[in-house]
């Protein structure tokens, strides 16, 4: 039996038609790349250094913070479980394009390349890239 995940959403899963899933990698990106955004999430960043379990609880707490209202607009819990919602919902539209190049983006700005298979495994996201 396999172990649960422990970030996945109480409830029903949220859907995104492809136009929902773009203008909400649209609106993440411009959180994320709001100046005092990148301040916060850089400020984590260097307090979590490479600890992966730091990461888990400063990085991604703060990227969930600044992602809030994104995530509700959304119809996702405002924490790290609708986060990982709103990334599997995503998921259902990685072969467009456009949400492949904003979706590999968006974990950049807060999943470093070396820790990054690690934390997707850990956060049930699969393998790396979008």
């Known amino acids: ?6 970030f996945a959403a109480a409830g029903p899963a949220v859907e995104l ?7 909400a990698v649209t609106k993440m ?11 916060l999430l850089d400020k ?3 307090t979590a250094g490479e ?6 609880m400063v990085v991604l707490p703060t990227a969930c913070q600044i992602l ?6 959304f119809g996702f819990s405002p924490d790290q479980a609708g986060a990982m919602g709103l990334l599997q919902a995503l998921e259902k539209h990685k072969t467009d394009p456009e949400i ?13 390349e070396n820790l990054a298979p690690m934390l997707q495994s850990m956060m049930g996201m699969g ?4």
């Open 29 to 39: 990106t411009d959180l994320l790349e709001a100046p005092e955004n990148v301040a």
């Open 51 to 56: 600890d992966v379990m730091q990461y888990m």
């Open 44 to 46: 984590a960043k260097a």
């Open 17 to 23: 038609s492809l136009d929902q899933a773009k203008a």
């Open 127 to 130: 393998a790396p890239g979008m």
């Open 1 to 6: 039996m396999a172990a649960p995940n422990m």
């Open 68 to 73: 809030a209202p994104c995530l509700a607009e």
């Open 100 to 112: 492949e190049a904003k979706g590999r983006s968006l974990k950049s700005k807060f999943i470093p």
